[in-house]
């Protein structure tokens, strides 16, 4: 009896044993380390979870599981770096890590599901952001001169835009900012289905151009100047000057 007892252990540790290596070397986690220094402009396309700071030690960290890190594509210049995953992967997995530091930041291109957080916010003196399919993006950016800001397929925005000059958005195919902060000058175009805004973001003079039922919300203290169609509804605090253009079932209206 004690000699079929070991005998059926043993053939279960000899069936388990496999699956948990195999686990354990699916599930583990490589390093590759990239200098960063003179970088003003990223690009990431794939399943990434991007966490990036302001500091002077301009460098990044990607964590993937093994078999995945040859995968990995990075390509820098002198003021861009390029990251991407090569070829189709067999298998899903969880987003890979990158952390990544920049002392100024020009330009962001998102795409692919990646999503990009900002810790303790980011001031440079200007930046452009270009994101779509599936992306999302959170965190706080303050310049001193243009945000502008092109979003589409289904992209996701949620922190505070502060400009001393202009900030300039583009909305289209489902994409949803959530946005408090303030700017002079504010550009905003929508087409289907997008949203934008809360009442927590202030500018003085806003343009407007929506349509296709999509929706808009901001609080204005000088001028008001909006072409809304197609089921779209603005709303908007303050007390501005207006000049609305509203037709068919659109719609401006105050909080």
Known sequence: MKKILVNALLWAVAGILPVSMAFAQETAQHYQ???LTGVKAVSVNGNFKIV???GAKEEMHISAPAEVLPRIAVKTGSTKVDVSVK???KQNYAPFEIEMTLSQLEDVELSGSATMEIKDGFSCKKISVEMKENTVFTG???TTDKISIEMSDKAEWKGALTSTKEVKVELSDYATMEVRGHTPSFSLSQNNHTRFGTRDF???KAGVKMSNLSTAGLTVNKELS????DGAVLTYGGMPKTKVNASGSAKVQAF
């Open 33 to 35: 380390k990239t200098d």
């Open 202 to 204: 202030h500018v003085d």
């Open 87 to 89: 070829g189709k992967l």
């Open 140 to 142: 706080d950016i303050q």
């Open 226 to 229: 909006a072409t809304v169609a």
């Open 52 to 54: 990036l700071k302001q």
